[in-house]
């Protein structure tokens, strides 16, 4: 932390307010990652101690960085909420728990809630999906040391996973779940993601501020043999970006088949 603090300058000569100069170099350490995700910075005491300044200033460039959604607070203190994501997260499967656990946090999983319902209509998002059947909702919040990262909405056939609402899957991947207990193993799926504004009820759960940007994935998966394992919403306040490097012959075969990613 006292690295962090170190980084942080500002003139006191210049115009510019202070709470702008801080909060301009604090995102610039994100941006070059100097500093990483979920490392906890400097209070805002210690900050303005530091900085011989008012802690009036401190505590407006961070409210500034929370609400760019660059900062997580969590009982009093600040933490980095950027991330640069491998493009493997979105191209490919990936396990929430895998991603926590691979940013060097530990990953911990709590079941918020457990009921039989109906499927929303905003998830029927592929024409397979029966909209009638009857739904296991599993609600879950996925932390990285204790901080609540993501919240998900997983819906799973009631017909295939009945009795799956009474057990205890806490502290453990869904899908590994799923294979040892009923035999169904994740083989393919379809992925659909989107930027979204913070829920009242989400922005509760992630102690984070309402309508503030955050990224859903709504999620298919089905079975080695074809049949429908879930649909799921997940919903994280992460501020990540990736990026993807594609070579020549992909270039071309985009360009000919008239897809044009932006």
Do not use: C, W
Request: charged letters at 25%.
């Amino acid at each position: 932390m006292k690295v962090i603090m170190e980084k942080i300058k500002i003139d006191k000569r210049q115009a510019t307010p202070y709470h702008l100069q801080i909060s301009y170099a604090v995102k610039q350490l994100l941006i070059d990652q100097q500093v990483k995700y979920m490392e906890k910075l400097p209070s805002i005491t210690e900050l303005a101690n530091y900085l011989e300044i008012n802690e009036t200033d401190v505590k407006q460039a961070y409210h500034r960085l929370l609400v760019e959604n660059l900062l997580h607070s969590e009982q009093g203190e600040y933490y980095a909420n950027y991330i640069n994501f491998s493009s493997d997260y979105y191209l490919k499967v990936s396990k929430l728990y895998d991603i926590i656990k691979g940013l060097g946090l530990t990953p911990s999983i709590k079941t918020l809630k457990k009921k039989i319902t109906s499927l929303p209509s905003t998830l029927a998002v592929d024409p397979s999906i029966d909209p009638l059947e009857t739904y296991i909702l599993l609600k879950r919040i996925y932390y990285g040391n204790d901080i609540p990262l993501a919240v998900m909405d997983i819906y799973l056939p009631q017909t295939s996973f009945s009795g799956i609402d009474a057990m205890n899957f806490d502290e453990k991947p869904l899908y590994e779940a799923i294979y040892f207990t009923y035999g169904k193993l994740l083989s393919s799926g379809r992925r659909l993601m989107s930027v979204v504004n913070l829920s009242r009820e989400d922005a509760k759960i992630l102690n984070s501020a309402i309508d503030i940007a955050s990224y859903q994935v709504i999620s298919v998966s089905r079975d080695q043999h074809g049949k429908l394992i879930d649909v799921s919403r997940s919903i994280s306040t992460m501020n990540q970006y990736f990026e993807v490097d594609f070579d020549e012959n992909e270039i071309k075969q985009i360009t000919q088949n008239h897809f044009f990613y932006l």
